[in-house]
């Protein structure tokens, strides 16, 4: 057999009151053979025969070990809203060696999950009531069939045997016939919380517990290392939900016929019906059902109506009722197509029905214009344009009728016409328009006279022919009516002929006339159109042009007569000369300098080198040279014109203006003199040069000395220009010569020097600080800058956390990168400044957590923490029991109490501390057993360690469930009595429980003497 976890129970006398029976069925397991229908099967549950025939019982677990099976309603009930109900079934346990048992179970979720033994079949995860027929003892130790069978009452979570819930005993074998060859019979009610169990019309137990979650109503069984077979029959499940009737449809109905639904209403209750579709009303408990049905077949439609409480809308019960509608004929038929002068038809009928009664239907027609027919297509005349309907009843064989009408319209013979110019152009297109009486024209017949048709509403055609045309038109309408035929007469006129003439060619940008010479064929020339190849138009008999590329362009003209006849255009090619583009560079120079003037003169059509010049220097000369060369006497501004002639005698002309450089004048003035060594010394350039500009300057700051110097483009007069020199401290002064050098935009140059005195400077040079924590709060003494030349002078220290011009004190300057500046003056008054940083790192912040308790042979992450600075270090100590000393939040093992101390350290070197202790609770260590005979041995129950655990709460029982003993903490240990009189001999059951635990401690103590 297997072992179940051993805990201990307690048998409780208790009372209840009795529950009203339920008379509603929710669900049953009955029937030869026994029908399972909205039940669920699972495990090792099936129908058989256990002890009668025809397969009337539901064997849960057969007599073999380790078996487990399951049954449980499908449909789910809410004990939320329906709060009672009730079980009644027969229960059989034998033909084994007594193994586990049988439970009536009211779950979240159906198990799926079995447990075998002492599990009772149901899962851990299992929320919800139990009620166990228990076989086997699983709480007293080495006697498995100790007071048993019994009964319990367990809920919660899983199935626990050895629980203080309530547990019938078999005392007295009071309970003995649970387990026998007999079926016993068994009812269970719930009511609100009061849950009471009965056996043979005996009251066995009582207790109670509220549920009002959505749960499954339902059997599990298991065997273990024993087995039995374990069956039930004749079950039947009570609810708390009211009668819901939703009435009978004797017969069928035809298509919108109202019938009566439900019955007679109870103000008890509350009534929903559903679909609303058809219904009079769905909140009385008979409404009337009026039902449509246009599908052609048989329909059926099921109304469903929920019978609730008014008191407790969420306990319901549902019923339906289904009514059979015949079809009704899908009626139908083709509005007919009617064209005078022929008014003969023949109605073609599209009635259908899907029963099979197509050939049964009975038709009625009604013509509007007097007459009717029974026949299934019939035929009628209309000879009178104008608006008719026909309308048509059906009757099916079941007499279901359906009509349906429709309106048509007997249509006149339509008329056309034809809308166009009756005189128009030769091989132009020409728009014609057709329009008719009728407004549905389908198709358009047209016949131009030449041979050609066409059968758009509104089509366009060009006649090749001068001549005279007939032009006819007819149409067909949307309803296949033809129209009458109409026609029209149209003259075609003769094209003008184009045609012009042009004297005086010449060059590019030359004017040339052209004359038209066209002939208007009939009438006069009204207009004309000249178009040149270069985009430009003109609309004159005579016209001037000219073209401002070379080479052969193209001239068209086209013409329109009075009669608004347009001529083909005419074109002729006009072949133009190509003309010089004449252009120079001019050199720019100073006066008495030669220069070069080059030619960049070109032509189109490539002929450079048949080109001619002619030069006009400005000054009286000139020259017929390609590129000649000059020299200008005199400063000043000259005109110069380029004449170039082509081959052709084409010419062009060019001319430009230039100016001849005068000399610079060199003017410069030094602002600053006599002056300390490392400033700046100052230059303020007025140079100048007449017609032209002073395009650069070159300063040479210390000529001939040294070569430094620097170039300005473009200077602007007025401008100052400055020079750093190198730092002297060997010689009291010295001299500089500063040389200037100005340039004209002609290449001319002037020069000149002027002279200035330095003084000597100091030369600061400043060493790196050591970095220092926030946490150092003294004045150090700064001495890392110094002054390298050998005059006397004076230095003082500034900036964050400096005191006393000499002193710096991390504290005062705080955490961060702070800027030292050091002002060293020399006796002759000049100074200097210089600069460097200093690094005063953060002292970190660090926590090691709170004070911690855990169990002996636990464990626990501690939560250090620590912040400030980069790049942390860290350090446990001491490190016993720790898997690391050199991580943030390592794990610990201690075995005692122990204190432990983290240290963190940043990369600027700076640190801090701080500690954390961790308390190691020791496992309480209690005996099964104590003598309290006052003989000072053992005379009271010492439970050693458990004074660690303050909070513990201690309760002892005595086998009848009652407490005996009671305390919060344990400071005064029991000694074996109750209510100040000593307990008997015998055996104890206690429960120790404290949030230091993760489950109560449990078990038995004996008294001795």
């Known amino acids: 057999m297997l072992k179940k976890a051993i805990c201990h129970s307690f048998t409780l006398l208790l009372f209840v009151l009795p529950v009203k029976a339920q008379t509603y069925i929710f669900a049953q397991l009955q029937g030869t053979p026994l029908n399972t229908a909205g ?9 058989t025969n256990v002890t009668g025939t025809g397969n009337t019982e539901l064997l849960l677990c057969p007599a073999i070990n380790n078996q487990s099976g399951a049954a449980f309603v499908n449909q789910p009930i809410n004990l939320g809203l329906c709060n009672k109900w009730e079980a009644d079934f027969d229960f059989r346990m034998f033909d084994g060696t007594a193994a586990d048992g049988i439970a009536f179970c009211f779950l979240d979720v159906p198990p799926v999950g079995f447990v075998l033994g002492g599990g009772m079949g149901i899962p851990s995860t299992a929320n919800g009531l139990k009620v166990c027929f228990d076989t086997w003892d699983n709480c007293t130790p080495n006697t498995p069939a100790f007071n048993m ?6 809920w919660g979570n899983g199935y626990t045997e050895c629980s203080n819930l309530p547990t019938a005993a078999n005392v007295n074998g009071q309970l003995s016939f649970i387990r026998s060859n007999s079926y016993v019979h068994a009812q269970i009610t719930y009511d609100n919380g009061n849950i009471a169990v009965t056996l043979n019309n005996i009251k066995i137990i009582t207790g109670y517990q509220q549920f009002t979650f959505t749960g499954y109503l339902g059997f599990t069984s298991s065997t273990g290392g024993s087995n039995d077979n374990q069956s039930i029959k004749n079950v039947t499940i009570y609810t708390q939900m009211p009668p819901s009737v939703a009435g009978q449809v004797s017969s069928p109905i035809c298509p919108n016929n109202t019938v009566q639904l439900g019955t007679a209403g109870d103000t008890a209750y509350r009534y929903s019906w559903t679909p609303a579709t058809g219904l009079s009303n769905i909140s009385i408990s008979n409404p009337t059902a009026t039902v449509n049905n246009t599908t052609g077949n048989v329909l059926y439609q099921k109304y469903y109506v929920k019978t609730s409480y008014s008191a407790n809308a969420g306990c319901a019960s549902t019923d339906s009722v289904t009514i059979t509608v015949n079809p009704k004929p899908l009626t139908d038929f083709s509005a007919p197509v009617v064209c005078l002068p022929q008014g003969n038809t023949v109605i073609t009928n599209k009635t259908v029905i899907n029963d099979g009664t197509q050939s049964q239907i009975a038709y009625n027609w009604k013509f509007s214009d007097g007459g009717t027919s029974t026949q299934t297509n019939p035929a009628h005349n209309y000879p009178v344009a104008g608006n008719y309907s026909i309308n048509l009843l059906a009757t099916s064989s079941n007499g279901c009728k359906d009509s349906v009408s429709k309106s048509f319209t007997v249509n006149p013979k339509a008329k056309t016409t034809i809308s166009a ?24 017949y047209w016949d131009f006279g030449d041979n050609s048709v066409d059968s758009t509403q509104n089509p366009s055609h060009k006649y090749n022919t001068v001549a005279t045309f007939i032009v006819k038109l007819y149409a067909i309408t949307g309803e296949g009516c033809i129209s009458d035929t109409a026609s029209a007469s149209v003259l075609i006129d003769p094209l003008p002929v184009a045609a012009f003439s042009f004297s005086g060619l010449n060059c590019e940008k030359q004017l040339i006339q052209f004359k038209d010479n066209s002939q208007p064929s009939v009438g006069t020339i009204s207009s004309r159109n000249w178009l040149f190849d270069d985009g430009t138009q003109a609309a004159t008999p005579i016209v001037d042009h000219s073209f401002s590329a070379y080479g052969t362009h193209t001239v068209t003209l086209s013409v329109q007569n009075s009669k608004g006849c347009n001529s083909s255009p005419v074109s002729q090619n006009i072949v133009i000369n190509a003309k010089p583009v004449a252009i120079f560079g001019a050199p720019f120079v100073c006066k008495g300098v030669s220069g070069t ?17 002619n030069w006009a220097f400005g000054d009286g000369a000139s020259s017929t040279a390609q590129q000649p060369s000059h020299a200008y006497t005199n400063a000043g501004n000259y005109q110069v014109q380029l004449i170039v002639m082509s081959n052709n005698g084409c010419p062009d002309t060019s001319s430009a203006n230039i100016a001849i450089s005068d000399y610079p004048v060199v003017n410069f003035s030094i602002l600053t003199t006599n002056f300390c060594g490392n400033l700046p010394l100052q ?24 070569p430094d110097s620097t170039l300005i483009n473009n200077p602007v007069a007025g401008s100052v220009y400055t020079h750093n020199y190198p730092t002297f401290g060997n010689i009291n002064s010295k001299q500089v010569t500063v040389k200037l050098v100005a340039y004209s935009s002609a290449g001319c140059f002037t020069e000149d020097t002027s002279t200035s005195i330095l003084f000597a400077s100091p030369k600061l040079v400043f060493d790196s600080i050591p970095t220092y924590c926030s946490n150092t709060n003294q004045n150090i003494l700064l001495n890392e800058a110094k002054d390298t030349t050998v005059f006397s002078g004076n230095g003082v220290y500034s900036g964050d956390g400096v005191t006393g011009g000499a002193y710096f004190n991390p504290a005062s300057a705080g955490a961060g990168l702070h800027t030292i500046t050091y002002n060293y003056t020399l006796i002759n008054g000049c100074s200097d400044t210089v600069t460097q940083t200093v690094t005063v790192g953060p002292q970190p912040t660090v926590s090691a957590g709170q004070t911690e308790v855990i169990l002996n042979g636990g464990q626990i992450v501690l939560q250090g923490a620590a912040s400030g600075g980069n790049n942390l270090s860290y350090i446990w100590t001491p490190d016993l029991y720790l898997d690391s000393n050199t991580i943030l939040q390592p794990l610990a093992m201690p075995k005692t109490d122990t204190y432990y101390s983290l240290t963190a350290t940043n990369d600027n070197g700076c640190s801090n501390s701080a500690g954390v202790l961790i308390k190691v609770l020791q496992y309480p260590a209690i005996p099964n057993a104590f003598s309290p005979n006052g003989d000072g041995i053992n005379d009271s129950w010492q439970i050693a360690y458990l004074s660690s655990y303050p909070d513990c709460i201690v309760e002892v029982f005595n086998r009848y469930g009652q407490i005996v003993f009671h305390s919060t903490g344990y400071s005064t240990p029991w000694n074996g009595t109750y209510n100040g009189k000593m307990l008997p001999i015998g055996t104890y059951y206690y429960i120790i429980t404290t949030t230091h635990l993760p489950r109560p401690l449990n078990g038995s103590v004996t008294i001795l003497r």
Request: hydrophobic share 40%; with cysteine.
């Open 597 to 613: 003037f080059i030619d960049s003169s070109t032509i189109a059509d490539n002929t450079q080198s048949q080109l001619t010049y």
């Open 39 to 47: 039940w669920n099967l699972q495990g090792a549950a099936k129908v």
């Open 683 to 706: 230059l303020q350039n007025n140079s100048s040069v007449n017609y032209a500009v002073i395009d650069q300057l070159r300063i040479f700051w210390d000529s001939p000395a040294s």
């Open 149 to 154: 069978p019994k009964v319990e009452l367990r």
């Open 421 to 444: 110019p009756s005189e128009f152009c030769q091989d132009t297109a020409l728009a014609f328009n057709g329009s008719s009486t009728a407004p549905n024209i389908q198709k358009w």
